[in-house]
């Protein structure tokens, strides 16, 4: 019988991290909310949630030192919205140099026919490349709250239009990473991370 993977939900000021964790329960798996380096480092699968303002939320990472650790980690690791965002190499968001694991910026929606900031709802995602997607998450609609966006580039696996084509997931090398809600994305969220846990 194989022994259940080890989950670790990396716990700082992120305003999603109860929900990400409510979402592993719906989909039958257990995870630790955790801040401590070592169960970080030595779990299976690590997901990096996030909620909240790039630099405050740096500042945070940096005071506690999971910022290398975030660097440094090998196994699969799944970013969350702002979890996505920091991951990459800078944000307009009060101009924050980010964990610069993903070579992508992030960057402010400049809307330009009538549309509302911050991007909130359902939107459709298309071109889904990846390990964490499947054919039946294409052209499927996930959920958003965010005003900062990952601009499409090298490393973007899935694309949301909303202003221009954003990068909807990324993924780079052990690291994947979502701008939507998986946790609030209903049953296609859950889709993604039982792909994630399987991975």
Same mark, same amino acid.
């Given at each position: 019988?194989?022994?259940? $993977? ?23 798996? %257990?995870?630790? @909310? ?7 480092? +030595? ?8 909620? !909240? ?11 506690? &030192? ?10 699969? *690791?799944?970013? @969350?919205?702002?979890?996505? =965002? ?14 610069? *694991?993903? $070579? ?13 900031? $911050?991007?909130? !709802? ?7 490349? #990846?390990?964490? /997607?499947?054919?039946?998450?294409? %052209?499927?609609? @996930? ?9 499409? &580039? $090298?490393?973007? *696996? !899935? ?6 084509? /954003?990068?909807?997931? *990324? =993924?780079?090398? +052990? ?6 809600? @998986?946790?609030?994305? #209903?049953?296609?969220?859950? =889709?993604?991370? =039982? ?5």
């Amino acid at each position: 019988m194989m022994n259940k $993977p080890s989950i670790a939900i990396i716990d700082y000021n992120a305003g999603n991290i109860q929900s990400v964790l409510f979402a592993m329960q719906r989909i039958g798996v %257990e995870a630790k @909310v955790t801040a401590d380096h070592d169960t970080i480092r +030595n779990a299976d699968k690590v997901i990096f949630p996030g909620v !909240g303002e790039a630099s405050t939320t740096m500042a945070h990472l940096r005071n506690e &030192g999971l910022d290398n650790v975030i660097r440094g980690l090998t196994q699969p *690791v799944l970013g @969350v919205c702002v979890g996505m =965002q920091l991951l990459c190499e800078h944000s307009e968001e009060n101009d924050t140099e980010c964990l610069g *694991v993903i $070579p992508q910026k992030v960057k402010l929606f400049q809307p330009a026919n009538g549309e509302k900031v $911050p991007h909130m !709802g359902w939107n459709k995602m298309y071109d889904l490349k #990846g390990d964490i /997607f499947d054919t039946r998450q294409e %052209e499927q609609h @996930v959920y958003y709250v965010h005003s900062f966006y990952v601009e499409e &580039g $090298p490393y973007t *696996v !899935g694309l949301t239009d909303y202003v221009l084509p /954003f990068s909807a997931a *990324v =993924q780079k090398d +052990n690291f994947y990473a979502t701008q939507f809600h @998986v946790e609030k994305s #209903g049953s296609i969220g859950e =889709q993604i991370l =039982q792909n994630f846990i399987r991975l």
